[in-house]
């Protein structure tokens, strides 16, 4: 059941409109001051970042996507491959299907082709309350050799979806454990509809290590499961929720004010350069994508590692052309401007 709707799940992302109708990233109310005097040389513009001690070429991260198909393990290596050429991060779909069927571990398997890339594992917080431990967590990460594991949360997903786990009671107390005793940082995602300061303000205390905001404005994921939904009520429920959430911008804003010292993930919905460097001028230390990058890795490698390149060039030229050299200079600029 688990491996079919993770192949529905890339079927649907690439062949139906699963976007939200209406609402967007925020993102297009920013303009950076254009400066005609960057004195700079576009060539000394640094797009390097650190991140749980890791030095990455550029500020991007391939998002969370797949994993526990055999279309799933190409998509994964592929991407693996491009990150680790171009010096990237890269996050996998959620775990759950591996440690239930040992057998589709290797469609997860991307330390190989990426062998020092940051690589993100990644289970659902919800499994918590689902008899997942402690011991889940370290076998999503020993399966990776990650650096790191994402818990995601899905509320609005689990709620819409006709096998949803969707007791979500009590979680903040399991999380906090799990920061506690994993070995390595917890990163605290959504899934598309972003975290208010509230959430960031008690995952931060939780001890989670930096936050992926993913706000709304890229896919929407109650309309991916609409598409999946067995019954016409269901799809109607589903339909309903396609215009929800936090948007991507909001979401980078909310983290920001409420944990400060968090490293922040901006994603949802980014598709240029120039998302990028406006969520970093936000506050954000990374810029992640999903559909771009699927899409891509679908095609081939050297689609993947032409959408990486295109992305750097663009962050670049946003920076040249505002005079900003290095990416700390750009971190909460007074040069990105609210329209």
Same mark, same amino acid.
């Given at each position: ?13 690439? +062949? ?11 993102? %297009? ?9 960057? +004195?700079?040389?576009?060539? %000394? ?39 680790? *050429? ?89 999380? +906090?454990?799990?920061? &506690? ?60 929720? &396609? ?7 909001? *979401? ?46 679908? %095609? ?13 060039? %663009? ?25």
């Amino acid at each position: 059941m688990h491996e079919q709707r993770k192949a529905d799940h890339i079927r649907i992302n690439l +062949e139906e409109d699963v976007g939200f109708q209406h609402l967007t990233t925020g993102l %297009e109310h920013y303009r950076f001051v254009h400066n005609a005097l960057p +004195e700079l040389n576009l060539t %000394e513009v640094d797009t390097r970042v650190t991140l749980f001690g890791k030095l990455l070429d550029a500020p991007i991260l391939i998002a969370s996507m797949t994993g526990g198909t055999d279309r799933a393990a190409l998509i994964n290596h592929r991407l693996a491959e491009a990150a680790a *050429a171009r010096g990237i991060a890269m996050g996998v779909g959620s775990e759950r299907v591996a440690l239930e069927d040992p057998a589709l571990i290797e469609t997860f398997d991307v330390r190989s082709a990426a062998p020092q890339a940051l690589i993100f594992a990644n289970l659902g917080a919800v499994q918590l309350n689902y008899g997942y431990g402690l011991e889940h967590c370290r076998r999503a990460v020993d399966i990776l050799q990650a650096d790191a594991l994402i818990l995601h949360f899905n509320p609005l997903q689990e709620a819409v979806q006709p096998e949803g786990d969707t007791n979500f009671a009590g979680l903040y107390a399991k999380v +906090e454990r799990i920061c &506690r005793l994993l070995p390595v940082p917890v990163i605290a995602k959504e899934v598309g509809w972003g975290f208010s300061e509230e959430n960031a303000r008690r995952l931060a205390a939780c001890g989670i290590a930096a936050i992926d905001v993913a706000g709304s404005g890229g896919t929407s994921w109650s309309q991916v499961e609409m598409h999946r939904a067995p019954t016409a009520a269901m799809r109607r429920v589903a339909a309903t929720f &396609r215009e929800w959430g936090t948007p991507t911008a909001e *979401a980078i804003l909310n983290v920001r004010r409420a944990a400060p010292h968090l490293p922040v993930i901006a994603g949802g919905g980014l598709r240029t350069g120039l998302d990028i460097a406006k969520s970093i001028a936000l506050g954000a230390t990374l810029g992640s994508m999903a559909g771009p990058f699927l899409r891509a890795a679908v %095609e081939s490698t050297a689609a993947v590692l032409s959408v990486i390149d295109i992305l750097q060039r %663009e962050l670049q030229i946003a920076m040249f052309a505002t005079g900003l050299a290095t990416l700390d200079a750009l971190r909460g600029t007074s040069k990105l401007k609210q329209i």
